[in-house]
Antibody, heavy 116, light 107 residues
Framework: DVRLVESGGALVQPGGSLRLSCAAS????????LGWVRQAPGKGLEFVAS????????YYVDSVKGRFTISRDDAKNSLFLQMNRLRVEDTAIYYC?????????WGQGTLVTVSS | DIQMTQSPSSLSASVGDRVTLTCRAS??????LAWFQQSPGKAPKLLVY???RLETGVPSRFSGSGSGTDYTLTVSSLQPEDFVTYYC?????????FGQGTKVEIK
């Protein structure tokens, strides 16, 4: 079975940094695009970032450009999201997703809370 | 960015009812449209992709249709586990964008 397990969520102060990880199993990791989607408490879904199977193409929603970096380590079947200069409005559950056209598999999510 | 608008925002229905959820894109998206189901406290689950293709394992009471800018998700006979929130999403262009969701409640 496809499994995506996020970790790294925490409470952090505005301006701080956090690195999210996603451990994947149950599929051939290095042939898939991957991404991150977030959901603020009680709100809808928002695309954050995606990365191609080679790691050469990366896309971000405008609100995180220059602050977040998506990366992958195919040797460890892992996806990462480095988040810098965090803002209160970045508070959300962050989901790791596998991409087959759209997000066909989702992790359970990890909660990031940005608050002083 | 492409804007996605779902209607209604919520609806009340009974077990066994047929319901149709609507999603409109701000520009044509060539059937690059997905529907997700989300239960409280859970991750979203893909139901439909390419506007009308059912994801493996999704019950046949769910169906999708549409083209251009207008799309629908129909549940032919609501079951108790279907009273949750549904999101449409376009993947025609990045950034992907989602509708605001339709919450289906028990009447």
């Amino acid at each position: 079975d496809v499994r995506l397990v996020e970790s790294g969520g925490a409470l952090v102060q505005p301006g701080g940094s956090l690195r999210l990880s996603c451990a994947a199993s149950g599929f051939t990791f290095n042939i898939y695009w991957l991404g991150w989607v977030r959901q603020a408490p009680g709100k809808g879904l928002e695309f954050v970032a995606s990365i191609d199977k080679d790691g050469g193409e990366k896309y971000y929603v405008d609100s995180v450009k220059g602050r977040f970096t998506i990366s992958r380590d195919d040797a460890k079947n892992s996806l990462f999201l480095q988040m810098n200069r965090l803002r209160v409005e970045d508070t959300a559950i962050y989901y790791c997703v596998r991409v087959v056209g759209t997000a066909d598999r989702w992790g359970q999510g990890t909660l990031v809370t940005v608050s002083s | 960015d492409i804007q996605m608008t779902q209607s209604p925002s919520s609806l009340s229905a009974s077990v066994g009812d047929r319901v149709t959820l609507t999603c409109r894109a701000s520009q044509a998206i060539s059937k690059y449209l997905a529907w997700f189901q989300q239960s409280p406290g859970k991750a979203p689950k893909l139901l439909v992709y390419a506007a009308s293709r059912l994801e493996t394992g999704v019950p046949s009471r769910f169906s999708g249709s549409g083209s251009g800018t207008d799309y629908t998700l129909t549940v032919s006979s609501l079951q108790p586990e279907d009273f949750v929130t549904y999101y449409c999403q376009q993947y025609y262009s990045i950034p992907w964008t989602f509708g605001q969701g339709t919450k289906v409640e028990i009447k």
